[in-house]
């Protein structure tokens, strides 16, 4: 009788294709990808509601800048920008449903701002450092000052 029972379990988790043993692995990947021979230089398995960084400096103002990412379904958001003080092609009060706070010398300016993918060339003197948990990547580890890359989000189909 118990053998029966552990059969019909097993049939009904394989008929219903639910994961008994092991979590499902997520099927999204950030990706650096350089441009435009389109090589993934770099890629991370990530989960639907992580987050990412990139680390620079301003290339005029010469101040440090934070951005923080975050990955869903929809592709990439950027949800916040930290810096000490305002420099060309950084988010501001005009962003639409942008939010800024002042703090000291530091400016946070949250916002929800989508995008699937974005083109980002590599600043030679900017150092720019991706990452994502424990990683930390220098861009000019996988790519030249100068280089275009694409950030990206892709979705991959399931391995059986």
Request: glycine content about 8%; proline content about 3%; overall charge negative.
């Amino acid at each position: 009788m118990l053998l029966r029972i552990i059969y019909i379990l097993l049939l009904l988790t394989h008929l219903l294709n639910i994961p008994v043993f092991a979590a499902e692995k997520s099927d999204l990947y950030l990706q650096v990808v350089g441009q435009p021979e389109d090589r993934i230089l770099l890629e991370f398995q990530v989960e639907a509601g992580d987050l990412f960084y990139i680390d620079y400096v301003h290339s005029s103002e010469h101040t440090p800048i934070h951005d923080i990412f975050r990955m869903d379904e929809g592709g990439i958001v950027l949800i916040e920008e930290d810096f000490d003080w305002y420099g060309s092609g950084l988010e501001s009060l005009s962003n639409a449903g942008a939010r800024v706070s002042l703090s000291g010398n530091k400016t946070r300016v949250f916002l929800h701002r989508k995008c699937p993918r974005f083109l980002l060339r590599v600043g030679r003197v900017a150092g720019h450092v991706i990452t994502y948990k424990d990683n930390r990547i220098p861009l000019l580890s996988i790519a030249r000052g100068g280089d275009s890359v694409w950030i990206r989000l892709v979705k991959k189909g399931r391995e059986e």
